[in-house]
T-cell receptor, first 114, second 114 residues
Framework: AQSVTQLGSHVSVSEGALVLLRCNYSSSVPPYLFWYVQYPNQGLQLLLKYTSAATLVKGINGFEAEFKKSETSFHLTKPSAHMSDAAEYFCAVSDYNQGGKLIFGQGTELSVKP | DTGVSQDPRHKITKRGQNVTFRCDPISEHNRLYWYRQTLGQGPEFLTYFQNEAQLEKSRLLSDRFSAERPKGSFSTLEIQRTEQGDSAMYLC????????????FGEGSRLTVL
């Protein structure tokens, strides 16, 4: 069965600092991996996705993630945090052999301090 | 707006009452998913449809829960005899049955059971 683990339920950074949100996955098949962002009382918005092409994936709002098969990781980074980045971030793996449903991690809440 | 829409956005009900949520997916999407999200947790898969066929149901979907997608377009999720533990955000998402597995989410329906 596929699963996702997000290390750290809460991350706090200063504005302008590096953002690093960690995600490790478990999958018996080559995975499709996703990062979604959720603002308060809103649905989930796709940040970026890995689908077996380039291992470094660039997404919206300056975020990127690197797929590392040897480490079974897909960490999300942004060089310089902005106040508007404060939100909940979810890593997910696609169970594309079973209808393409996404299996989500527990989420990481990102706080950005001025 | 051609995104996924959900109605109602908020529902407060008393324990034991029945509630129904509606989801209108992106028009050309033939897959539709329901997820439940509780505070501080990632979305948990409940069920999904391909066109009008319900192809998978999670063990989380007790016999008090029923979902339909009668004409392969909109879907309803009904909860009978609500319990306080049903209080959560119910998220709907849609996708194409082919392609890279990206799910597009609605803004969710928040249920509070008193």
């Amino acid at each position: 069965a596929q699963s996702v683990t997000q290390l750290g339920s809460h991350v706090s950074v200063s504005e302008g600092a590096l953002v690093l949100l960690r995600c490790n996955y478990s999958s018996s098949v080559p995975p499709y991996l996703f990062w979604y962002v959720q603002y308060p009382n809103q649905g989930l918005q796709l940040l970026l996705k890995y689908t077996s092409a380039a291992t470094l994936v660039k997404g919206i709002n300056g975020f990127e993630a690197e797929f590392k098969k040897s480490e079974t990781s897909f960490h999300l980074t942004k060089p310089s945090a902005h106040m508007s980045d404060a939100a909940e971030y979810f890593c997910a793996v696609s169970d594309y052999n079973q209808g393409g449903k996404l299996i989500f991690g527990q989420g990481t809440e990102l706080s950005v301090k001025p | 707006d051609t995104g996924v829409s959900q109605d109602p956005r908020h529902k407060i009900t008393k324990r034991g009452q029945n509630v129904t949520f509606r989801c209108d997916p992106i028009s050309e999407h033939n897959r539709l998913y329901w997820y439940r999200q509780t505070l501080g947790q990632g979305p948990e898969f409940l069920t999904y449809f391909q066109n009008e066929a319900q192809l998978e149901k999670s063990r989380l979907l007790s016999d008090r829960f029923s979902a339909e997608r009668p004409k392969g377009s909109f879907s309803t999720l009904e909860i009978q005899r609500t319990e306080q533990g049903d209080s959560a955000m119910y998220l709907c998402a849609s996708s194409l049955a082919v392609g890279l597995g990206e799910l597009f989410f609605g803004e969710g329906s928040r249920l509070t059971v008193l």
